[in-house]
């Protein structure tokens, strides 16, 4: 089966053409030198030479990488759309590509010259970053706008209620905990750990210190495989992250005076995934677009991401002391 995308695929058109439009040059361009600069400093000045067919295939991969990041972006803000708005998102791939086609064209212009050292080409970057971005946003704000409601089901938390009644009366241990950890999230945390490993592996003879930093990096990106954990018990309400279970959120269920479902949207509301924030309340959530609502008596609020908010927002209510929410059919 096709997949059905809610948004237009005809948005990524001016990313395409900056693509085309720049191997187009290419291939016009004539035979080009076989030994040339293909990495620079910071000071553009040259450090290793070689094929510039090199440099021409990372611009290639690294539009394709950018393009698909969009197409998905571009979706998952589709599908949390409740009224038509301005995706800023859509122009990611336009930005970046048209930045690395106007880079790959002066670059192009350069060994053509025979000179060795890259300069900012202002000129190749507005000819690509102008009229491109500039069609993304015409194209934007011509995309029609597809409702895409997602079936909404409320969970009936009455047996679990009764259950929370028993445990607090009685005095029971009650330890309640719950994960996000989405496909993403591993393939994220194994992938740029492995290639973390293996540019320290190829930098350890000639580049220790970066080397050292390739595998800090790649240990750090390695313990987010677990994504969020929620607990909660008597004494403790946290979300934990990662493998070794990085507590960032602790509140005490003494401090909670309200516990509500909420509905937000990632991408519109907070701008991502992960621990996010905005003007009223800090948030943790991987997936999803429904989760719990903490207010505390200091005034603070904490958006806890949740694949059964219904259940954590119960049992959240009774560590707190606060009433349970009434039965589905009468909300």
């Avoid at 190749?124 to 009229?131: C, D, N, V």
């Avoid at 950890?181 to 210190?209: D, E």
């Avoid at 999803?288 to 991401?305: E, H, M, N, W, Y």
Wanted: aromatic share 8%; charged share 20%.
């Amino acid at each position: 089966m096709r997949p059905r995308f809610t948004h237009p695929l005809w948005i990524h058109i001016p990313a395409v053409a900056a693509v085309a439009v720049l191997f187009g040059t290419l291939a016009n361009a004539g035979p080009l030198p076989g030994d040339v600069p293909i990495h620079f400093g910071p000071d553009g000045q040259p450090d290793a030479y070689g094929s510039p067919l090199t440099a021409f295939a990372l611009f290639a991969g690294l539009s394709v990488g950018f393009l698909l990041l969009s197409v998905w972006l571009d979706e998952l803000w589709a599908r949390q759309e409740r009224e038509k708005t301005f995706n800023f998102l859509t122009l990611l791939d336009e930005l970046v590509i048209s930045g690395l086609a106007g880079m790959s064209l002066g670059y192009l212009h350069m060994i053509q010259q025979g000179k060795e050292v890259l300069g900012v080409p202002a000129q190749e970057l507005l000819s690509f970053t102008i009229p491109v971005v500039g069609a993304a946003v015409l194209l934007e704000k011509l995309r029609p706008f597809t409702p895409h409601e997602e079936p909404v089901a409320a969970e009936d938390t009455s047996v679990l209620r009764k259950e929370m009644e028993l445990r607090m009366e009685s005095g029971a241990a009650l330890v309640h905990w719950e994960s996000q950890n989405p496909v993403y999230v591993r393939i994220v945390a194994i992938a740029v750990a492995v290639v973390m490993f293996a540019g320290a592996a190829s930098n350890w003879l000639v580049a220790p210190m970066i080397a050292i930093l390739e595998v800090a990096l790649g240990i750090l990106m390695g313990l987010m495989y677990g994504g969020f954990r929620t607990v909660v018990t008597r004494d403790e309400i946290a979300v934990r992250f990662g493998m070794p279970g990085i507590r960032v959120l602790k509140l005490s269920p003494s401090d909670v005076v309200s516990v509500e479902l909420h509905a937000f949207r990632p991408l519109k509301d907070f701008g991502g995934y992960g621990i996010r924030g905005n003007r009223e309340m800090k948030a943790y959530f991987l997936r999803g677009g429904k989760g719990v609502l903490l207010s505390t008596s200091a005034g603070k609020k904490c958006l806890i991401g949740s694949d059964h908010p219904e259940r954590l927002a119960e049992v959240i209510r009774a560590v707190a002391g606060l009433g349970s929410a009434p039965p589905p059919h009468e909300q």
